[in-house]
C-alpha cells in the first residue's frame, strides 16, 4: 500500500496524463487487463501475494504481450531489474531511487 501511495503521488507530480489502477494481486492485474482495451502501462512489484520475482514478469507477458511492463525492484534486486527486462519488460526502476521525471519517462517510453 505504502508503494502504491508513492507511485501514484509520483506520477501526479510527472508529466505524464495517466489514470492509475491499483491491482493488489498478479490475478487481479490479468483481470484488469483483459478488458481495458487501451495502451496501458503496468508498473509491477515483484513481490506480490500470489506470484514473486521473475515469474511476475513472464506470467504477465504471455498473459498481456500487448501491455508495456516498468518493473519496480528494491536497491538490493537491481540485477533482477535487469533480468526483468531480458524476460519482455520494457525498463525497470529502483524504489529508492524513484522520482517523477524518471517514473514519467520511463512509462513514455515504454508505451512507446
Known amino acids: 500500500a505504502g ?3 508513492l507511485v ?3 506520477l501526479a507530480d510527472s508529466e505524464v496524463d495517466s489514470t492509475l489502477t491499483w491491482c493488489k494481486t498478479l490475478a487481479e492485474a ?3 487487463l483483459r ?3 487501451t495502451p496501458v502501462c503496468v508498473l509491477l512489484d515483484l513481490h506480490l501475494p500470489d506470484v514473486h ?3 511476475a514478469v513472464r506470467q504477465l507477458v504471455d498473459s498481456a504481450p500487448d501491455a ?3 518493473v519496480l525492484t528494491g536497491l538490493a534486486e537491481a540485477e533482477t531489474g535487469l533480468s526483468a527486462v531480458a524476460h519482455g519488460a ?3 526502476l ?3 531511487r524513484i522520482d517523477p521525471e524518471s517514473l514519467g519517462r520511463a512509462v513514455r517510453y515504454a508505451l512507446q
Do not use: C, H, I
Open 94 to 96: 529502483v524504489k529508492d
Open 53 to 55: 520475482g521473475l515469474d
Open 3 to 5: 508503494d502504491a501511495l
Open 8 to 10: 501514484e503521488e509520483m
Open 35 to 37: 478488458t481495458n482495451s
Open 30 to 32: 490479468r483481470r484488469f
Open 68 to 70: 508495456a511492463v516498468v
Open 90 to 92: 520494457q525498463d525497470y
